[in-house]
């Protein structure tokens, strides 16, 4: 198979791969070899809302496809212990990943082009995780980078950096009435959903906090999301209202959750009804994965592994 350079738009990786630092371990058929043609755009997004539920399928085998081009790295086979399967391993490392997944400077885009991402985050106790995320887009390579949090927190992160837009639309339980609460929900969600559509990627939890109402705005948020087939990155505390309410991400090929020790502990706990179990952490992922209905875990950890669900593809970084 010969692997062509790609000209697929990386946004939602992109952002993925500035939230993984150091070693990585990349796993499972997210880079499962694709032999057929490879050198399909994306459509703009524009044209992308009113597709069917499978066109979320074919984003996944594109986002797959970008990255095992995007490696370079080389590929061995061995065999499963278990299963007496073979399997493929990639190997590369995370500088090169990042270096291939960052679009060059091209004098015929526009702004806007090369990635627009959102962050859902951001509350009067935490202002620097939704900052961090939000920059770590544009540092990477993306274009526009937008922040939605509480109004305590926008000026704060407004301070942090001019080059993000940050929009103080969230409420917390304390700042609205209880005869209010119906009223204020629907204006929040329809304050971000008229953005929806610009959007190549939502990245939801990091600085969220868990306060019920904020909650629960974000839990209708992502229905919207998914709705328009947007990639959602569940993060920090986004991950806390995922576990407790699954249907949230259930089935949807372009969640990618980002969980770290607790949050995978709490994961299995719920979804396996067992413990971690790190002899056969692969295994387990996989199946964790497969049980949320194929959703991609990246499961954060001294190597951190990457999973959908299937064992047929193995990378390490």
């Known amino acids: 198979m010969q ?19 150091g070693t990585i371990q990349l796993g499972f058929t997210l880079f499962k070899l694709n032999t057929g043609p490879l050198n399909e755009s994306v459509r703009p997004v524009e044209h992308r809302r009113n597709y069917s539920f499978a066109s979320s399928t074919v984003a996944v085998l594109r986002r797959q496809s970008f990255l095992i081009r995007a490696l370079g790295g080389g590929i061995h086979h061995k065999v499963d212990s278990t299963t007496g399967s073979i399997m493929q391993e990639t190997e590369a490392d995370a500088v090169s990943i990042i270096r291939a997944i960052t679009p060059t400077l091209d004098p015929t885009r526009h702004k806007g082009q090369a990635g627009r991402i959102a962050v859902i985050g951001g509350c009067r106790e935490y202002t620097g995780a ?29 301070s942090y950096s001019p080059e993000l837009i940050v929009h103080p639309v969230l409420e917390e339980s304390y700042s609205v009435r209880e005869e209010e609460r119906k009223q204020v929900s629907v204006k929040v969600v329809a304050e ?42 569940v993060d920090g505390d986004a ?75 193995e990378s390490t970084c």
């Open 3 to 21: 692997i062509q350079p790609s000209t697929q738009s990386p946004a939602t990786l992109r952002f993925l791969a500035a939230i993984s630092t």
């Open 130 to 158: 939704p900052y961090f995320a939000a920059i770590s887009a544009l540092k990477i390579g993306a274009d526009l980078s937008h922040v939605f949090c509480t109004k305590d927190a926008a000026p704060i992160i407004k």
């Open 192 to 233: 971000v959903d008229k953005w929806m559509e610009r959007f190549d990627c939502l990245v939801v939890g990091p600085g969220l906090g868990r306060d019920p109402f904020l909650l629960d705005c974000v839990s209708e948020i992502m229905k919207h999301a998914r709705h328009s087939n947007v990639p959602i990155v």
């Open 239 to 313: 991950l806390f209202l995922v576990t407790n309410n699954l249907d949230l991400v259930h089935g949807y090929p372009l969640a990618v959750l980002t969980p770290n020790v607790n949050e995978y502990k709490r994961l299995v706990q719920k979804v396996l009804k067992c413990e971690v179990d790190d002899a056969d952490a692969h295994k387990q992922l996989s199946s964790l994965s497969k049980q949320i209905g194929g959703v991609t875990i990246l499961r954060k950890g001294r190597s951190d592994l990457i999973s959908d669900g299937d064992l047929g593809t």
